[in-house]
């Protein structure tokens, strides 16, 4: 027999290692024994990596590699052979062979692949953070997953949680993040992470509230939220009651005399608030609490520039989108990572330079489950002004540059025509040396790779004018 081992035995990469010298050997399935590092064999046998290669590792159907990773996660003793196995055939004289869902290796492999994807759904829906006391923006949450998930699952909350610092501790596997670097470790306790926290206890209340006794289907709920979840869901504490107790309610409700709904009058904008001292944390407090317009109602959070608050150039886009929304911080989605790549390409370290937005709400209108972005309008760019006035105040930059229309209006005043005046540099009234470019969206718009190759060079150009000025300055 050849021994075959994975470690660690959910890992991916490690699988592949071995099933690449397993196929380049010519070595049948029935003939590898696939041992877990933890528990390996005492019979001994010839290491795969003795076995010299006699054929090139054939191609794979591109299909195999994602079903591959999940069945790797899923605890199953089998899973490393049942893979090689598929592995063989598809390579050998089968190679359509995902494609036979009534084939005992495939529907085996099709299983515990659904049993992964519905262990990470149930991941995604039932972690829940605990704030680590003592320490800003700082979080930590415990859960208990069937099987091998954590890595699969990991970068979801790194998109979803982009903004804030955080760590899953599980039994057997842990990860954190730290605004910059998702790092994987071992396993930990319960008790490694905080205990209740005031936040939960505001969210126990707000679950009581939105729990709509009519809607109550208790056998659905149980197989949407398993029981085994619920020790660690704050708001399960309260099930019990709330079920108990539906029942009574829904007659309550049945029997109040039916009222006219109400019309909603918006509120009225509100002055924006003061922050506390002059720094730019007091600053970007207050913005999360302004209502000078009515963007911050159905936006997620406020999102404020960030960087040193000495930075000598200050980039100001238009305003947030959809993952800037969900994570808190600006230029973060695809128009900002496509700045990140230019920044790069000219040498520019972008944790140096502040980064912000004219606008600071994201405007969108709901499209089934998407969110499309919209402009804003003249006022809600009016009010939302003093914000950017008042970080330039504080940052006091050497230079600005301005991405996008709305940022370029919002710097240098209505009538800028950008597409005229891009690249170009002008001095603002305080003497601060500023141009304006194009947006990155604008960039990533454009119909056809030749185009937006186009648009991205001429965006290059424009901001290597920094390169210049900051030499200059
Ligand atoms: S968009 Fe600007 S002005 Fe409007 S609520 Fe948000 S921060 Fe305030």
């Known amino acids: 027999m050849i021994r075959a081992i994975v470690d660690p035995p959910w890992d991916f990469s490690a699988w592949r290692a071995q099933a690449r010298m397993a196929l380049r050997g010519g070595i049948e399935p029935a003939s590898i024994d696939w041992q877990d590092p933890q528990h390996l064999s005492l019979l001994d046998g010839l290491a795969l990596n003795a076995i010299p290669a006699r054929i090139d590792a054939p191609r794979v159907p591109r299909a195999f590699l994602p079903l591959a990773a999940r069945v790797l996660a ?53 972690v829940r953070f605990r704030a680590v006391p003592g320490e800003d923006n700082a ?30 501790l599980t039994p057997d596997r842990s990860v954190s993040w ?14 490694d992470a905080p205990g209740d926290d005031a936040q939960e206890s505001l969210w126990r209340t707000y679950y009581a509230n939105i729990f709509n006794p009519a809607r109550t289907n208790p056998r659905m709920m149980r197989q949407e939220m398993p029981q085994k979840y619920w020790k660690n869901l704050p708001e399960a504490q309260l099930l019990p009651d709330l079920l108990r107790n539906a029942g009574h309610r829904v007659r309550d409700m049945a029997e109040r005399v039916p009222q006219p709904p109400r019309r909603r009058i918006p509120l009225p904008p509100l002055p924006a608030p003061d922050p506390a001292d002059d720094s730019l944390a007091a600053l970007k407090a207050a913005a999360r609490e302004c209502r000078r317009c009515l963007l911050w109602e159905p936006a997620t959070q406020t999102v404020f520039g960030e960087g040193p608050q000495d930075a000598r150039v200050m980039i100001v886009g238009e305003q947030p989108g959809d993952e800037e929304d969900l994570s808190g911080r600006p230029f973060v989605g695809p128009a900002g990572k496509l700045f990140n790549g230019a920044l790069a390409e000219l040498g520019i ?6 980064i912000t937005n004219a606008v600071k709400h994201f405007k969108f209108e709901r499209r089934g489950k998407f969110r499309l972005h919209r402009n804003p309008e003249p006022s809600e760019r009016a009010a939302c002004r003093i914000w950017l006035e008042r970080e330039l105040a504080t940052v006091r930059p050497h230079i600005v540059v301005c991405m996008g229309a709305t940022a370029s209006e919002a710097v240098f005043g209505k009538g800028f025509r950008l597409l005229q005046e891009r690249g170009v540099w002008r ?34 150009d424009d901001l290597r004018l920094l390169v210049s000025g900051t030499a200059e300055d």
């Open 74 to 126: 899923h605890r199953e003793p089998q899973r490393h052979a049942l893979l090689y196995r598929l592995l063989w055939r598809m390579t050998h004289s089968e190679p359509h062979l995902l494609t036979h869902v009534t084939d005992r290796d495939v529907h085996r492999a099709r299983e515990l692949e659904k049993a992964v994807r519905r262990d990470a759904h149930k991941m995604k829906a039932f």
């Open 139 to 168: 979080y930590v949450a415990w859960f208990e997953p069937v099987n091998n998930i954590v890595d699969l699952v990991a970068p979801f909350f790194m998109r979803r949680f982009a903004g804030m610092r955080w760590a899953i």
């Open 178 to 191: 730290d605004l910059q670097t998702l790092s994987f470790g071992h396993g930990a306790l319960q008790s």
């Open 349 to 354: 370290d972008r944790a140096q330079i502040y």
């Open 427 to 460: 001095t603002l009234v305080d003497g601060t040396r500023a141009f304006a470019t194009v947006h990155p969206a604008w960039v990533l718009r454009q119909r056809d790779a030749t185009q937006r190759d186009a648009a991205y060079r001429n965006l290059v």
